[in-house]
């Protein structure tokens, strides 16, 4: 009687193994998709490291050239407009690299004993797991491309400016000159990239917590309140040279604080659209 049981209930598990299998293969697009976001977060997130990394590394070189007779300023602008190709390649290599190691639940061996392929098929949704880890890796591959902007940014917007007045025969000397600057700079308003990417970062972990139709709402008065935060930091010097600081913070900072705060929050929304059709 126990073996005609079995029997009987064998091929209901035969077709449920079959449905579900069914719907991992209607699926497959989907978890593509979810894997592609969640690589692309991947990839943000390391170039955004890598960035914010190799800008420390150039603002702590300018600072050494303070104990130093006779400083070589020039690694400091070295690392400053290196830190932007190797920030791409870096990110670019991550996300390569997390494709195939997002490969989960592309294919599942059954082996025909349809209670074990059952239980294999019903532990295991690839879909749900590719939607949550590009979901887990949301708010780091915002934050860390930011960060990195509001660091490597404002100094290399800088940069352009002088080395477009500088004079090509002066390149070397140029290179070093603008190492002092990068030094002053950090030492005079440092702070004021601190408070911008302490801003930055905290709009980025709060965008988690705004619904997808809301996001392009609050990024002007992300921007703004960033932008007055930052001038205003700097105006602690400014007071003594001639609001010079606090007045440059805003000029740099309306050239790519928007851009940088509508960017981010344009990439989170796409990618968010993408996650909820699946």
């Known amino acids: 009687m126990t073996a005609c049981a079995y029997r009987s209930l064998e091929p209901v598990l035969r077709q449920r193994v079959a449905e579900l299998h069914e719907r991992w293969e209607r699926d497959a697009m989907f978890v593509d ?13 390391v170039g955004g490291g890598v960035g914010v990394a190799m800008a420390v590394a150039a603002f702590v070189m300018a600072l050494l ?3 130093q007779q006779d400083p070589d300023r020039i690694a ?6 290196l830190a932007w190709p190797v920030a791409l390649v870096a990110g670019a290599l991550a996300r390569l690299l997390a494709r195939p190691l997002l490969s989960f639940g592309r294919r599942v061996s059954l082996s025909g004993n349809p209670s074990l392929d059952l239980a294999r098929l019903e532990a295991a949704d690839p879909l749900r797991e590719a939607c949550d880890i ?43 000159d603008f190492g002092a600057w990068i030094a002053v ?28 139709f809301q996001l ?41 604080v928007p851009l940088m705060f509508h960017v981010t929050a344009r990439t989170i929304a ?6 909820e059709a699946t």
Do not use: D, N, Q
């Open 33 to 45: 998709v979810a894997r592609r976001v969640a690589a692309r977060r991947v990839g943000r997130t």
């Open 65 to 67: 050239g303070f104990s």
């Open 76 to 81: 400091s602008t070295e690392l400053l407009y």
């Open 134 to 176: 590009a979901r887990s890796w949301e708010r780091r591959s915002a934050a860390l491309p930011m960060a990195a902007v509001s660091l490597l940014a404002p100094l290399g917007i800088h940069g352009i400016i002088w080395f477009a007045l500088a004079h090509p025969e002066t390149a070397t000397s140029g290179m070093s």
């Open 185 to 212: 700079s950090v030492v005079i308003v440092g702070h004021a990239h601190l408070a911008l990417l302490v801003c930055a970062v905290r709009w980025a972990y709060r965008l988690r917590s705004v619904e997808t």
């Open 216 to 256: 392009g709402i609050g990024r002007g008065r992300g921007w703004g309140t960033a932008l007055l935060v930052s001038a205003g930091v700097a105006c602690l010097p400014g007071i003594v040279l001639l609001a010079i600081p606090p007045l440059l913070v805003l000029v740099t900072g309306l050239a790519f």
């Open 270 to 275: 796409r990618e968010r659209i993408a996650l």
